[in-house]
């Protein structure tokens, strides 16, 4: 069946401009992660959603960061006045159940975002 | 914390076992131990789980030792493919459910 779906796969913007990635997960999947990981590292927990429960916004970066999530189906993150550190490939993925637990994750392969 | 620690690379020849060590000393009794991997230009892959028993599955086989404060992932014949990161990561019940990711282990496998 089909994967999380991540766009674009590819993003180049200028410092200072807002830019808006995409992650579709797996249909059924109540909870979504978006990671960011930069070159040669590891990866970095940005936030979690849970169903229709708050948010874990407690990795975002900075306020510049926001991310949304309708449901258990789309989530968005958008950055705010982009800077040359951010960019990193951002991950997303989903699990059925919260992913900590008995339930694995699952990733798309990310939006290289490079900011110039 | 929801660390753990791996060594930073190792090396193994195709068509041998490889055993990849993870320390999580600091483990409660609800966490679950999970394996992942990452090829380059990919996200992360699920490859195994467990929780106290030992598991297998069609990727690979997970020991746990029986204080739970380590785990090894076996590849029990190594090929070019399996060239990749591998994390261990603690599913952390105290930690919102988010699952923290270490530096990994670099696998280089040797034709």
């Given amino acids: 069946g089909a994967g999380v779906s991540q766009s674009p796969s590819n993003k180049v913007t200028e410092k200072g401009k ?27 927990f940005l ?54 637990r008995n339930s694995p994750l699952h990733f798309g392969n990310g939006t290289r975002l490079t900011v110039t | 914390d929801a660390k753990t620690t791996q060594p930073n690379s190792m090396e193994s020849n195709e ?18 131990i999970h394996w992942y991997r990452q090829l380059p230009s990919q996200g992360p892959e699920y490859v195994i789980h467990g929780l ?26 190594a090929t070019l493919r399996d060239a990749a990161v591998y994390y261990c990561i603690r599913g952390n019940n105290n930690a919102g459910n988010m699952l923290t990711f270490g530096g990994g282990t670099r696998l280089m496998v040797k034709p």
């Fill in chain 1, 18 to 44: 807002d830019v808006e990635l995409r992650c579709d997960p797996i249909s059924g999947h109540t909870a979504l992660y978006w990671y960011r990981q930069r070159l040669g590292q590891g990866l970095e």
């Fill in chain 1, 47 to 100: 936030i979690y959603f849970q169903g229709n429960s708050a948010p874990d916004k407690s990795g975002l970066p900075s306020d510049r960061f926001s991310a949304e999530r309708t449901g258990e189906s789309v989530s968005t993150l958008t950055i705010q006045r982009t800077q040359q550190e951010d960019s990193a490939v951002y991950l997303c993925a989903s699990s059925l159940a919260p992913g900590g």
């Fill in chain 2, 15 to 32: 068509e041998e076992p490889v055993h990849l060590p993870c320390n999580h000393s600091t483990i409660s009794g609800t966490d679950y």
């Fill in chain 2, 52 to 77: 106290t028993s030992n598991v297998n599955n069609r990727m690979a086989s997970l020991a746990i030792a029986e204080d739970r404060k380590s785990s090894t992932l076996i590849l029990h014949r």
